[in-house]
């Protein structure tokens, strides 16, 4: 009798990361890991996505870090697409950890995939014992539907430094991720067949958005109406609101590093996560404690606190939260213009989880039912293990960007023709290059619209050379004329290529990106 196999989804998340992990003979039993390094016998879903590395390069990571002194790397995986981030503040502070340590981006996500996935093993073999050994485990590794694919490719390479073999891994959406959760999680009879859903993955840093029509409830079908959508106003912006703050109304220059950290953290534990702004309640004063300054009554500031009311609060919440409301707004509009009603908004995710975001959200879009499902802030990584489990159950997905391919299937891969000439030493590999365009609607030709996007390397050795066509040219050099054909498959939130010589698959292509 052969093992069960095992499905591990993997959050990795700005803030915070988490694991969920379930048997293929058991696929409705999915579990959370809720034990972590350094919390002791506190259980928790998620783990902090933070480092520090001390002498010797011990990695310490997690809860561990809470104890430690020295430079704590937070923000690591906004740093995978930079490009697309800089005005993310912490990545780019981030950014100059990382300049003085020498260590790249994805070398440093690596070394935090390892503690994650190094613990995950622990977990489980402590349920299964030895057995656990012998169990096949195929990874789902999420990632922001609005990343780029050198992003994508980078957190591939990441995983891979945490000794996950690519055979074994699949990236998908976390907001495809989300929406495969919440549509079982949620009420019976809550959506029906042909609704349409905007799924909100409001995180630590990014915000994700899609939309999808529910073609079936049972067994769960999805197609997308609106291209996936986003940016980074997660819960971190909110941190970066409230340090802003501290610095305006304080304007100390005895306002230490220190005082702002213990500060920051009681902003994160008690405000930021329960902060509603009930009109039928009267706002609770929050004192924030902020040691080693002097009294200034006029700001609220005595006895090493600082008086918060929730007017203030609200003027911190108010700028993210509109960020977020745009978003829901492009992609309720996108539906629209498909001639496409939406039914409900699911806010999911730890930011998502907020009630004064559930409530503004609620009165911006008055005649659509918002709902936080169960779980939100698992909902990601436990959608993930779905994903594993169950296969794609979107049958229909809006291409980010022209190809030069037809209009396909689900399912049905691109098959792209080249005809490339190689040198007679250089038959161990050949390089092709894929161009893609942005616009809404593909040109005829080359123009500056179009750039490349990636170039692949494929692996020729395992081809006798004699299938080859060979020729010589006018100066008498000998080549090879190879006819081959690049299969791309289009997935969740990756593409899978493949080389195929005289109609036989020869292997997965590496393919390197550009900037």
């Excluded at 891994?169 to 959760?181: C, D, Q, R």
């Excluded at 300054?293 to 929730?310: A, E, M, V, Y």
Aim: net charge neutral.
């Amino acid at each position: 009798m052969e093992n069960p196999r095992i499905v591990i989804g993997l959050d990795f998340g700005t803030t915070y990361s988490g694991v969920a992990w379930a048997l293929s003979d058991c696929p409705d039993k999915p579990e959370v890991i809720m034990s972590w390094p350094g919390e002791g016998n506190r259980t928790t879903p998620k783990v902090p996505s933070t480092m520090i590395i001390k002498c010797g390069a011990r990695v310490h990571w997690g809860y561990q870090t809470n104890y430690l002194v020295g430079d704590n790397i937070r923000g690591m995986k906004l740093l995978l697409d930079e490009p697309q981030n800089p005005g993310y503040v912490a990545s780019l502070i981030d950014a100059g950890l990382l300049k003085r340590s020498r260590i790249p981006a994805v070398t440093l996500t690596g070394m935090y995939l390892t503690g994650l996935v190094d613990h995950t093993k622990k977990i489980l073999q402590r349920r299964f014992g030895r057995a656990a050994e012998q169990m096949e485990m195929q990874y789902v590794l999420t990632v922001p539907a609005i990343w780029s694919d050198k992003a994508k490719d980078a957190t591939l390479k990441a995983a891979s430094r945490a000794k996950i073999p690519q055979k074994d891994i699949t990236l998908v959406s976390e907001p495809e991720a989300a929406a495969l959760y919440c549509l079982n999680a949620i009420q019976p009879n809550s959506i029906e067949n042909n609704d349409v859903v905007v799924v909100c993955d409001a995180g630590g840093g990014t915000v994700d958005l899609i939309s999808y029509r529910v073609t079936t409830v049972s067994p769960l079908c999805l197609e997308e109406v609106a291209e996936g959508t986003g940016d980074i106003c997660g819960s971190v912006m909110l941190d970066a609101g409230f340090k802003n703050f501290l610095n305006v109304l304080v304007n100390d220059k005895h306002l230490s590093v220190k005082s702002c950290e213990v500060a920051l953290k009681y902003w994160q534990d008690h405000i930021k996560p329960n902060f509603a702004s009930d009109p039928d309640f009267e706002e609770e004063t929050h004192f924030v404690p902020l040691p080693g300054l002097k009294d200034k009554p006029k700001i609220g500031l005595q006895d090493g606190f600082l008086q918060l009311d929730g007017a203030q609060i609200k003027r911190i919440f108010d700028p993210v939260v509109d960020r977020v409301k745009v978003q829901i707004i492009h992609q309720v509009n996108a539906a629209r213009a498909e001639k496409k009603q939406v039914k409900a908004i699911l806010l999911v995710g730890g930011f998502g989880s907020s009630e004064y975001l559930y409530r503004c959200i609620q009165e911006t879009f008055s005649d659509i039912i918002v709902m936080q499902p169960p779980n939100s802030w698992s909902a990601v990584m436990l959608g993930a293990v779905q994903y594993g489990l169950k296969g794609n159950q979107v049958k229909k997905r809006i291409a980010r960007c022209h190809y030069g391919g037809d209009v396909i299937q689900q399912g049905e891969p691109v098959r792209m023709k080249f005809n490339t000439n190689i040198t007679v030493d250089g038959t161990a590999g050949i390089i092709s290059k894929l161009k893609i365009c942005l616009r809404g609607e593909a040109p005829k030709r080359c123009d500056s619209g179009v750039y490349e996007l990636c170039t692949f390397a494929g692996d020729l050795r395992n081809i006798p050379t004699h299938l080859f066509k060979k020729y010589t040219n006018s100066k008498g050099k000998v080549y090879y004329n190879v006819k081959h054909v690049l299969i791309m498959t289009p997935q969740s939130a990756s593409i899978k290529f493949e080389l195929e010589f005289n109609g036989q698959s020869v292997g997965e292509v590496q393919a390197n990106y550009f900037e």
